[in-house]
């Protein structure tokens, strides 16, 4: 069956623009979470949906992040106004349990690069 | 924040011999998790040992376990070049809400040469 994906792959960006990362988790998982990786980092937290409830989103670095999940299904990371420090690798991942006590599918992120 | 550190940072080994990373972390934990990331591309799982258990084995890795420590140690046997990638723990802190995410520390880079 299909793994986790993201689209798009890369997205360049001009500084202030808005953009849209979208993550298709594997069918019938529960869980889904979003990650920011710095160059040279290991990712770091953004947001967890249970279905389509988001439950955390304690990692987002500001309010011009915004994540959802409508259907408990496919998931939108949008960041406003980019900003040349949003630039990173966006993971996405979900897993069939709730939370984060089990293994967690990740997609092959999308780098996004601000100029 | 980060939670776990990965000691050492980069490793260099040739095919055949052990590779050894190391994994401190600061809080109480359920379980620990390793994945693997190879170059531009998204984080694959490896293994899970949870915090009541010590020792974990999975083909050709094997995960211990201080929670005394707060410390882990992922062994990879007999290394082949295909194990060239960054190597992650992560665990899920208790008492964060519903143990909602997984804390990565920085990673150790693995170089397996022929």
């Known amino acids: 069956g299909a793994g986790v994906s993201q689209s798009p792959r890369y997205k360049v960006a001009k500084r202030g623009q808005d953009v849209a990362l979208r993550c298709d988790p594997i069918?019938?998982?529960?869980?889904l979470f979003w990650y920011q990786q710095a160059l040279g980092q290991g990712p770091e937290f953004l947001t967890y949906?249970?279905?389509?409830?988001?439950?955390?989103k304690s990692g987002l670095p500001s309010d011009r992040f915004f994540a959802e999940r409508p259907e408990g299904s496919v998931s939108t990371l949008k960041i406003q106004r980019t900003q040349q420090e949003d630039s990173a690798v966006y993971l996405c991942?979900?897993?069939?349990?709730?939370?984060?006590?089990?293994?967690?599918?990740f997609g092959p992120g999308t780098r996004l690069t601000v100029l | 924040s980060q939670q776990g550190e990965e000691d050492p940072q980069a490793l260099s080994i040739q095919e055949g011999e052990n590779a050894t990373m190391n994994c401190s972390y600061k809080?109480?934990?359920?379980?620990l998790q390793w994945y693997r990331q190879n170059s531009g591309r998204g984080l694959v799982h490896l293994i899970l040992?949870?915090?009541?258990?010590r020792e974990k084995h999975s083909g050709r890795l094997r995960v211990t376990l201080d929670t005394s420590k707060k410390s882990s140690s992922l062994l990879i046997t007999a290394s082949r070049a295909a194990d060239t990638a960054s190597y992650f723990c992560?665990?899920?802190?208790?008492?964060?809400?519903?143990?909602?995410?997984?804390?990565f520390g920085k990673g150790t880079t693995l170089s397996v040469s022929s």
């Open positions: 991942a979900s897993s069939f349990a709730r939370g984060a006590f089990n293994e967690q599918f």
């Open positions: 069918s019938g998982h529960v869980s």
């Open positions: 949906f249970q279905n389509e409830a988001q439950l955390d």
């Open positions: 809080t109480s934990i359920n379980n």
């Open positions: 040992i949870r915090s009541n258990e």
């Open positions: 992560a665990t899920d802190a208790r008492g964060r809400q519903a143990g909602t995410a997984l804390i």
